[in-house]
């Protein structure tokens, strides 16, 4: 049982570090994962920050330059040409800081998580493009002052622009989640709040995550074959030829 295209008009799409797995980015919590090697707590977290500014400059500098390093893959190209031709509303929330929904072309695009080439400056609060290490403390452009940090949301931290997230899943008739744990919430409530306000909610990924239960339906496989043929389904087969 899945869903019908011709029902479908509104769309909110998630994704997470999964997506952009084939394309090198390490994800958090497979095997060998990102928090294996780190602990949370010692480099993504505004008392780790406060505590050890260097370190956590050396873990979001070396990240920075790793995914200007990485190519988007065919998912992440598929969900830019939905975004390209869908014709009702559509919203492509990710809780990935790197750039490769942008570089696919991906428009209608909500960084929940913030974003690895931004840097905020924390004195003027300015947000700057940045594709430079922020270790060596430059000063920011706006203002002069060597204030600036990852504009990144730590753990702690409030996602951003989470009004617009909630008033497009009410709207919405499908809710896709791609390539996420559903380990971190509010993303991991999203399935829920799109399922009470009716949308058909299926799930994309390549193991269960911890959430599959909350599903209409889960289709487990890498998010380059499964989203390609997602977007076929709704755009007809000729769209990514
Ligand atoms: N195709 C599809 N899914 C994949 C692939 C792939 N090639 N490779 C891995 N996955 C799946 C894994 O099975 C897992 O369920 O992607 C998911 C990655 O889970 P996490 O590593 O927990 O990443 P994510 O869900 O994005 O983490 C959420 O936690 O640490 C915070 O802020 C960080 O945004 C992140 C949030």
Redesign the pocket.
């Given at each position: 049982m899945s869903f019908n295209p011709d029902t479908i008009r509104n769309i909110v799409v998630l994704t997470?570090?999964?997506?952009s797995?084939?394309s090198g980015i390490g994800?958090?919590?497979?095997k060998g994962?990102l928090?294996e090697k780190h602990r949370?707590e010692d480099v993504?977290t505004p008392e780790a920050f406060a505590k050890d500014p260097d370190l956590v400059f050396r873990f979001y500098d070396q990240r920075r330059a790793n995914i200007q390093a990485a190519q988007p893959n065919p998912?992440h190209w598929a969900l830019a040409a939905l975004d390209a031709h869908w014709p009702g509303m559509l919203t492509i929330v990710t809780?990935?800081?790197d750039d490769l929904h942008e570089r696919a072309g991906a428009r209608r695009l909500i960084h929940m998580?913030g974003e690895h080439l931004s840097a905020w400056c924390r004195a003027c609060d300015a947000r700057t493009r940045w594709h430079d290490p922020l270790a060596h403390r430059p000063p920011c452009p706006s203002c002069g002052q060597s204030a600036l940090r990852p504009d990144i949301?730590w753990f702690g931290e409030i996602p951003y622009r989470m009004d617009e997230i909630d008033l497009a899943l009410v709207d919405a008739d499908l809710f896709v989640s791609?390539?996420?744990?559903?380990?971190?919430y509010p993303?991991a409530g999203y399935v829920q709040t799109a399922r009470h306000y009716g949308a058909w909610t299926l799930e994309?990924?390549?193991?269960p995550?911890q959430g599959s239960i909350l599903f209409h339906e889960t289709r487990l496989?890498?998010?380059?074959d499964?989203v390609p043929d997602f977007v076929r389904e709704l755009l007809g087969e000729e769209v990514l030829d």
């Open positions: 997470g570090a999964g997506i797995a084939e994800t958090f919590r497979d994962g928090w949370i993504a998912a809780q990935n800081v998580h949301v791609i390539g996420t744990s559903g380990a971190v993303a994309l990924n390549l193991e995550s496989g890498k998010a380059t499964l």
